[in-house]
């Protein structure tokens, strides 16, 4: 069996969520072969190239590929996944806009969020926003999925494959791109941080959120929140965690003012440390909590950053 992984990068750089599906792809299968799609490509597969365990690396470039065209993405992996016994995404926005096209071109029942390997074909996914797993098998000659990079370590480099260009398809008329907007941060990356604080509706306004903020950036841990919270608008929307935001696995993860629903939960699952702070005992998140505070989230927060200011 062979895989063909395709390749999360930002046009510049290639993130370490690709390292982290290599391990859950070699799982699966013995030979793995990665694509990189995008401007830049040579540059980003030379990168991917390194890492241990691939045998090919090929890349297109193409301007729409760049912006991350959902439409066209498919259509190259498409022709790009004749004799693969595996096409695999990492569970991203861009994997989660392709994946789907693809097994629907295909004709094959896709498989999202993968969490563990139990043979090439069985795999184990949560449900019901992760308060279940699920094990499934595919039947399908062709395993098209999403992986959940959180839940596997990243592979080590060492490799030197080979690295051979692909033509990507010409342009489609479906969609066009119309401007790309980024938000600018001195903050560490919310889905790669070792650290990150997040806040729910609890903080009760824009005022609370600083606080959050200001503690957050006194420990130079990442910001994130509920989708309640960003709903509210106090907070930007690519700080959201949860089933329909960021799925984070950070060494420490710090909740305040956070109920513990389960849609924000199945984003946290992979957290090797979590504290939550409330001032309701029966939150639920205390449930989930390795440590719990009961208090009030914006006091805690001040007397927090007082005490780490000294």
Known sequence: MTALLIAEHDNITLKPATAQALTAALEMTDVVDILVAGSNGQSVAEQAARLDGVRNVYYADSAQLAQESPEVLARLVCDEAKGYSHVLFVSSSVGKSAMPRVAALLDVSPVSDILAVKGPKTFVRGIYAGSLLATVEVTDEVVVATIRTTAF??????????????????????????????????????????????????????????????????????????????????????????????????????????????????????????????????????????????????????????????
């Not at 650290?195 to 959120?209: K, N, P, S």
């Open 153 to 310: 370590k990243a592979r080590g480099e060492g490799a030197d494959a080979t690295v051979e260009e692909v033509i990507a398809p010409s342009g489609y008329e479906g969609s066009r791109f119309i401007r790309f907007t980024e938000a600018k941060s001195d903050r560490p990356d919310l889905v790669s941080a070792r650290m990150v604080v997040a806040g729910g509706r609890g903080l009760l306004d824009e005022a609370g959120f600083r606080a959050l903020e200001t503690f957050a950036d006194s420990v130079s841990a990442a910001v994130g929140a509920t989708r309640t919270a960003v709903d509210m608008g106090l907070c930007p929307n690519d700080w959201q965690v949860g089933q329909t935001g960021k799925m984070i696995a950070p060494e420490l993860y710090i909740g305040v003012g956070i109920s513990g629903a389960i849609q924000h939960t199945a984003g946290i699952k992979d957290a090797k440390t979590v504290v939550a702070i409330n001032k309701d005992p029966e939150a639920p998140i205390f449930e989930v909590a390795d440590y719990g505070l009961v208090a009030d989230g914006v006091e805690a927060l001040q007397a927090l950053t007082a005490k780490l200011g000294k």
